[in-house]
């Protein structure tokens, strides 16, 4: 049980492109996703917080109008990294929790996209 | 703010061997989780073991065990007979307050040998 499906696992694209990142939980509700970023040979580094049909909280730093995070239901969170540009190249990974789950459970990963912009 | 340190960046053990993992913490909450993760190079994040700040034995799953030092502020993994498929980066995790949000530390490269 417990699955977060990520989609798609590697994206690359041209300057200038927007480009969308999904994340599902499978077999759960998750009232509850997470943004993580993650440069070559670096820590995971938490981007923004989403809550089902409530606007994203987004970490010191992150500009939310570059990284638009929208969470419409209870099994999909998506991530849009707008005007994309070189330095947007890394890993972005999601995870998710669900109703009920204790704060101490767990958070269930995606398997992550390596994202390149030309 | 919570605040992981991981203080080796690469290991080496055999094959069949044990190793321990080092974590160290900081935190100002009394309630808190402890968290190890591992990252194979393909990047997924694979849960490994949790530790409660309450709990007063240490955790254990299968070939991993949490040694929980609370005084320390230590939690470091044990991996006991490695495993040629045990090679990937570790990475040791805090969780505070209904938030749920996890602090990593900078991780921990492990390479099993033959």
């Known amino acids: 049980g417990a699955v977060v499906s990520q989609h798609p696992s590697r994206v690359i694209c041209k300057s200038g492109t927007s480009v969308k990142i999904e994340c599902r939980s499978l077999?759960?509700?998750?009232?509850?996703m997470f943004w993580y970023r993650q440069f070559p040979k670096q820590s995971l580094m938490l981007m923004a917080t989403?809550?089902?049909?409530?606007?994203?909280?987004?970490e010191q730093g992150v500009e939310k109008d570059k990284f638009l995070i929208n969470h419409a239901s209870l099994t999909l969170s998506t991530l849009t990294v707008t005007s994309a540009h070189p330095e947007d190249s890394s890993f972005y990974i999601c995870?998710?929790?669900?109703?009920?789950?204790?704060?101490?459970?767990?958070?269930?990963f995606g398997d992550g996209t390596r994202l390149s912009i030309l | 703010a919570q605040k992981i340190t991981q203080t080796q960046p690469g290991m080496f053990v055999q094959e069949k061997e044990a190793v321990t993992l080092d974590c160290t913490y900081d935190?100002?909450?009394?309630?808190?989780?402890l968290f190890w993760y591992k990252q194979p190079s393909s990047g997924e994040m694979i849960f490994l073991i949790y530790q409660g700040s309450y709990d007063e034995q240490n955790a254990t799953e299968g070939r991993y065990s949490l040694n929980f030092q609370k005084a320390r502020k230590s939690a470091n993994l044990v991996i006991s007979a490695s495993q040629l498929g045990d090679s990937a980066m570790y990475f040791c995790?805090?969780?505070?307050?209904?938030?749920?949000?996890?602090?990593f530390g900078t991780g921990t490269r492990l390479q099993v040998t033959l």
């Open positions: 935190t100002s909450d009394q309630s808190y989780g």
């Open positions: 995790a805090i969780n505070t307050g209904t938030a749920s949000k996890l602090t």
């Open positions: 989403s809550n089902e049909g409530s606007k994203a909280t987004y």
């Open positions: 995870s998710a929790r669900g109703l009920g789950f204790d704060a101490n459970q767990p958070q269930h």
């Open positions: 077999d759960f509700q998750a009232t509850t």
